[in-house]
């Protein structure tokens, strides 16, 4: 019996009618339910339904992070905020769009009570808040503009720059592998020859024991040796110096 093929279609939650009900405070507790951290939305200074769907974000984003991580990320998002009242162009959600994110980079370059902001500390600036912002948009689908989404790397200079790699030519690649294919080649002969030794048999030595069986046996190399030459090669020349064998 064919089994219907399941449907993997992720279907998106029907735009809602109306905004996300407000958060009176974000909260978030340890495992044992006590709470740990709590943070008042009204501080954002965002509209009302920006700040709710933010306030959501964060609290969801960050229920498992450090409470170092989550100040930090408060203050970012205040920030923000402090950016959406100074520009006075976003007074409800659906006015959040890609070009709001993009006057908030031109903004963060600019001098703040005397002293610009480094450039590493811009692209932190928006890296704390891209996650939450992200996880706002995914949670409330038609709440903001169409098309709205948080430009990937918009500050390009604030990470380490990589400098261009050499890249070996083909004439030199060949060049080299064709030293690896050498020491390959040389490595396997000398396992060969290795093997054509361990494959000879072993020789018949007098009283029909074998090299094998000495060596086995406790015997020195040299008695071994010794044994292994013929009769005449062991013979003694005498102290007297005659030179007359014993």
């Known amino acids: 019996m064919a089994r219907s093929r399941l449907d993997r279609t992720l279907r998106l939650e029907p735009t809602p009618t109306d905004h996300p009900a407000e958060i009176a405070e974000i909260q978030f507790r340890d495992e044992w339910g006590r709470i740990v951290q709590r943070f008042n939305p009204v501080l954002f200074g965002?509209?009302?339904?920006?700040?709710?769907a933010i306030s959501r974000a964060f609290r969801d984003h960050d229920v498992a992070s450090s409470a170092a991580t989550r100040t930090a990320r408060w203050f970012a998002l205040r920030v923000f905020g402090r950016f959406l009242c100074e520009d006075a162009r976003v007074?409800?959600?659906?006015?959040?769009?890609t070009a709001t994110i993009r006057r908030f980079i031109t903004w963060l370059a600019n001098p703040t009570n005397g002293r610009r902001r480094g450039?590493?500390?811009?692209?932190?600036q928006l890296g704390m808040i891209r996650?939450?912002?992200k996880r706002a948009i995914a949670d409330n689908p038609g709440l903001f503009a169409p098309g709205f989404a948080v430009p990937n790397n918009p500050i390009p200079?604030?990470?380490v720059q990589r400098l261009p790699q050499d890249r070996l030519?083909?004439?030199a690649m060949r060049a080299l592998l064709a030293v690896c294919y050498a020491e390959i080649d040389t490595a396997w002969d000398k396992f060969q020859h290795g093997q054509i030794i361990v494959a000879l048999p072993n020789l018949s030595l007098h009283g029909g024991r074998t090299a094998e069986r000495i060596a086995g046996s406790g015997s020195s190399t040299a008695s071994a040796t010794a044994s292994c030459r013929p009769l005449e090669a062991r013979t003694l020349t005498s102290p007297i110096g005659s030179g007359s064998p014993r």
């Open 46 to 52: 965002m509209p009302d339904d920006i700040s709710a």
């Open 169 to 171: 030519t083909p004439a």
């Open 91 to 97: 007074r409800r959600a659906v006015d959040l769009d």
């Open 157 to 159: 200079l604030a990470g």
């Open 119 to 124: 450039v590493q500390s811009q692209s932190g």
């Open 131 to 133: 996650p939450v912002l």
